[in-house]
């Protein structure tokens, strides 16, 4: 079901820009200040709204996505940017990108907001991502944990009731699969459901790969709902942060700040 602001193209792409300037900036600003000249790299970038705060800032930016026609919108927005050659976009995937890096790029920030449940393979996603980062450099994520209510993304089901029902891609496959079968994001909804990211998960990929949290926020609310629906932001309690499983349940999006020890 698709809300005005996946319909408004302008609309979606400053509900990104709002969130990345209220939250994710400030996030990455408690550990280091962003100076101008940086090198910034969003992983699945979309038409760019997330590095919108960091171009104003004057860093040098970079956005890689697999679709066409989100990087050619992108293009047409930061037009005058990329003439300038302060903003670069590719329609790559991910790993190709970082294996055909010919002039061996490196980065200063690596931004991944809603991206890493979309993609296969999270530990050689973390093993990738480590050999772009420059010096002292730190690694963005967002992402929501597969078990929250629509953390099969099922809100972009056609069928409303589908759309709107929460929880049930937690089912068992052959009763999920059948119950989205007809569905135009079948294969979206079924790969989403097979990433199955949390934040258990990935805390142990990132431990073996030798990161270390800076910090790490997970909210009951998630800032996003706040540009999206008009609600207030919320962390989640902190009693309920600590149980592992449970937490899943009911964290709309987990924040990560990271890097290597
Ligand atoms: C949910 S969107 C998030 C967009 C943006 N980061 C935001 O916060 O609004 C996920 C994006 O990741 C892109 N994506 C998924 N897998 C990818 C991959 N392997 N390499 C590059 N981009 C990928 C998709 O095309 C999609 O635009």
Known sequence: MAFDFHKDRNKYFYLQYN?????ILPFIQKYKKIKSKEKILEIGCRDGGVLKPFIDLSCECFGVDLSKKHISDAKKIYEKEIKKNQVHFF???IYDFI???KDKKKFDIIILKDVIEHIFDHKKLIQNVKKILNKNACIYLGFPPWQ???GGHQQVCKNKFLALMPYYHILPNFIYLSLIKNDPSFLFLKDTKNTKITPSIFEKIIKKENFEILY???????????YKFGLKPRKLWKFLEKKNYLRNFFTTTCDYLIKIK
């Open 19 to 23: 969130n990345s300037r209220d939250y």
């Open 91 to 93: 329609v790559q995937d």
């Open 99 to 101: 294996n055909e890096n």
């Open 148 to 150: 929250n209510p629509y």
């Open 216 to 226: 790490r926020d997970m909210y009951f609310i998630s800032p996003m709902y706040k």
